[in-house]
């Protein structure tokens, strides 16, 4: 642990004040991804996301996030081949899938739990006694996660799932099992960029719950299928799919203001707005936003620019209503227009988060097994003392 971590550390404890929620404390020390929330910038191993995030392929981010820098050609080749011939799942992860499928109360989110804990089947547990095999089982769960969603949403739908085929990209080649057809290149690139801009931010509540898994010296599996129930709340991942309904409930341009005016009266959130770090414009949303009117330039043209107008009334709406606040347009606002422009089913949308963190789990797993310490903080007791029976 760097010195002013451990500085802040010690005043915590010398001090007794108390974090909540652990805001603004240090745990450890990291290279795998900066937020700065007063400048509106992320930064993933060194590159800026705006840099990327639309240039390359999510085999290529994958390679970024777990090495720390983009791979050769050559190195690439190989990358990709492994990770496009580990797509199948196994038999008995299939069979579950589909029987939770089969059941409308089961949340994709806890199906990809399910799917994702059932490979410890076929791999074991996978500790920290052999990075390289816990980097090659990680990658080999990276590519078998699109499979496990594909399956359950087919099976949801009451058709049978697709075999994931080998020549596909990774985003390119869920769409197909989601749907028989290969994708129009548009729609692939937009969710190829959405897994991209979503594969790492900080030391996010799903991530420090993967972190705080492998820092008891768990397993591999333990720790993502943590991280994924994590993931699942709506405070962490689970609100694009609301952010959508919210556009389609204000339903014309005319309607957004009083909309806004209403949610806040009754101290409500509006979706989509708003971060607990970012201060300004959420990087992710600028990124999504260009990505966003790309692929929808065309027949779809007409509703982008109604949800660009809803947006800048809604904030225009939001400074009035609470000055000084700075509530700006988050990740989650742009997720669920381009997903919804891709063909994806809100339902979806969580789970589409998780497939774009799992890469990035991955790599602050293997960080954390580098230079391992329990993460153990504490409670101040507020309780009573010396209580008789």
């Known amino acids: 642990m760097g010195k002013n971590n451990a500085i802040c550390q010690m005043t915590a404890i010398e001090t007794d004040r108390i974090y909540i929620g652990l805001e603004n404390v240090y745990v450890a020390e990291t290279k795998m991804s900066h937020v700065d929330g007063e400048k509106g910038k992320l930064t993933i191993r060194g590159y800026p996301l705006e840099e990327f995030a639309q240039r390359k392929s999510n085999e290529e981010v994958a390679y970024l996030l777990l090495n720390g820098e983009f791979p050769d050609q050559d190195t690439l080749e190989q990358f990709r081949s492994m990770m496009w011939n580990s797509r199948e799942i196994p038999e008995a992860t299939r069979e579950l899938v589909e029987k939770?499928?089969?059941?409308k109360n089961v949340h994709s989110m806890s199906a990809l739990q399910m799917g994702v804990a059932s490979l410890a089947i076929e791999f074991g547990d996978i500790s920290s006694s052999d990075l390289e095999r816990v980097k090659e089982v990680g990658l080999q769960i990276v590519a078998k996660v699109p499979t496990i969603l594909a399956t359950f949403w087919r099976k949801r739908e009451g058709v049978?799932?697709?075999p994931p085929r080998n020549d596909l990209g990774h985003a390119e080649n869920f769409l197909y099992m989601l749907t028989g057809e290969v994708p129009d290149p548009k729609k692939s690139r937009a969710l190829e960029t959405y897994l991209n801009v979503v594969a790492d931010h900080g030391f996010n509540a799903s991530t420090f719950v993967a972190r705080v898994i492998i820092s008891t010296n768990s397993d591999l599996i333990s720790?993502?299928?943590g991280a994924i129930g994590s993931?699942?709340?709506d405070k962490?991942?689970?609100?694009?799919?609301p952010a959508l309904d919210m556009v389609f409930e204000i339903g014309e341009i005319e309607r957004t203001r009083e909309y806004?005016?209403?949610k806040v009266n009754n101290k409500e959130v509006i979706m989509g707005f708003g971060h607990r770090v970012y201060k300004v414009r959420d990087p992710r949303a600028e990124v999504l936003a260009r990505a966003a009117k790309v692929l929808y330039e065309g027949e779809n043209q007409a509703f982008y620019d109604k949800v660009i107008q809803m947006e800048q009334i809604i904030?225009?709406?939001?400074d009035e209503l609470k000055p000084g606040r700075n509530i700006r347009t988050n990740v989650e606002f742009y997720t669920a227009l381009l997903l919804h422009g891709v063909g994806l089913k809100p339902e979806i949308f969580s789970s589409m988060f998780a497939m774009g963190r799992i890469a990035g789990w991955l790599g602050h797993i293997l960080e954390q097994y580098s230079n391992n310490r329990l993460i153990r903080p504490r409670a101040k007791y507020i309780g009573?003392?010396?209580?008789?029976l």
């Open 100 to 103: 939770a499928a089969k059941n």
């Open 160 to 162: 049978d799932p697709i």
């Open 223 to 225: 720790a993502i299928t």
């Open 231 to 233: 993931l699942k709340g």
């Open 236 to 241: 962490h991942g689970g609100a694009p799919g």
């Open 260 to 262: 806004v005016i209403n």
């Open 315 to 318: 904030v225009e709406t939001l």
């Open 384 to 388: 009573e003392f010396d209580k008789k």
